[in-house]
């Protein structure tokens, strides 16, 4: 008696080896963004160390490894300034967010903003300035912007939900949003090129008061048939 033979898929076997070698890219890959940011994080440490203006032979050599080690994770120096760029903007958020939600009344979250700002800028000058002021790097990305980017949606959503609840037109907000957040970063930049002329507590009251007067404003436009329009023409007349 004949025994039945088992029937074979032929694609089953080149599943598999897919399967396999997917699996392998994917653990692969995996492992590359944990040395990347292993190597980020070491990079980071050796601008604090060295300066604004540390060559790629001394961060690969604070980070263990060679020139073409590290190369091999970034393609050029411009690479690893987005990479330190982007780390260093995470951080700032990862500052700022719990401080403002830590505050109700809507000046202290102003105030608290900027001096989260101030304060992280002053602490970490060699990274800051790696970061902001680097003009021979090919920027094919601007990390600066992106960040300016987040901040300012996320305080536009805070002046946007304001306005509103005062039943005024919230297009104002992101113009607004990004006038606060330009602001604060010129004048921080002024500060720090300065060499901080005054002390940070003064910079972030000056600053506060002056964005406050604006920001208010809006309780104003509140009480004013017409809204925001209408409070143009009542502020000339004052």
């Keep these: 008696?004949?025994?039945?033979?088992?029937?074979?898929?032929?694609?089953?076997?080149?599943?598999?080896?897919?399967?396999r070698s997917d699996g392998r890219r994917g653990r692969w890959d995996d492992h590359r963004e944990q040395r990347r940011?292993?190597?980020?994080?070491?990079?980071?440490?050796?601008?604090?160390?060295?300066?604004?203006?540390?060559?790629?032979?001394?961060?690969?050599?604070?980070?263990?490894?060679?020139?073409?080690?590290?190369?091999?994770?970034f393609a050029d120096k411009s690479a690893l300034w987005l990479a330190v760029g982007q780390q260093a903007g995470a951080t700032l958020l990862e500052a700022m967010v719990p401080a403002v939600a830590a505050v109700r009344e809507e000046r202290a979250v102003v105030a608290a903003a900027i001096d989260?700002?101030?304060?992280?800028?002053?602490?970490?000058?060699?990274?800051?300035?790696?970061?902001?002021?680097?003009?021979?790097?090919a920027r094919?990305?601007?990390?600066?912007?992106?960040?300016?980017?987040?901040?300012?949606s996320g305080l536009a959503r805070?002046?946007?939900?304001?306005?509103r609840a005062r039943g005024l037109d919230s297009g104002a907000a992101l113009p607004w949003a990004y006038g606060v957040v330009g602001y604060v970063q010129s004048v921080g930049d002024w500060w720090l090129r300065q060499q901080q002329p005054i002390s940070r507590e003064a910079l972030g009251d000056y600053l506060t008061t002056f964005l406050w007067s604006g920001i208010a404003g809006m309780r104003r436009a509140a009480d004013i048939p017409g809204g925001l329009a209408a409070h143009e023409g009542w502020a000339r007349d004052q």
């Design 1 to 19: 008696m004949n025994s039945a033979t088992p029937s074979v898929n032929p694609g089953s076997s080149g599943s598999s080896a897919a399967n």
């Design 140 to 152: 094919h990305r601007d990390v600066v912007a992106d960040v300016v980017d987040t901040v300012a």
């Design 116 to 137: 989260v700002y101030l304060a992280h800028i002053e602490a970490d000058l060699n990274l800051y300035r790696f970061v902001v002021h680097q003009p021979d790097i």
């Design 37 to 73: 940011a292993e190597l980020t994080t070491a990079a980071i440490e050796a601008i604090r160390l060295h300066g604004p203006d540390v060559g790629m032979g001394a961060i690969a050599a604070h980070a263990g490894v060679s020139k073409p080690v590290l190369y091999r994770y």
């Design 158 to 163: 805070i002046f946007g939900d304001r306005l």
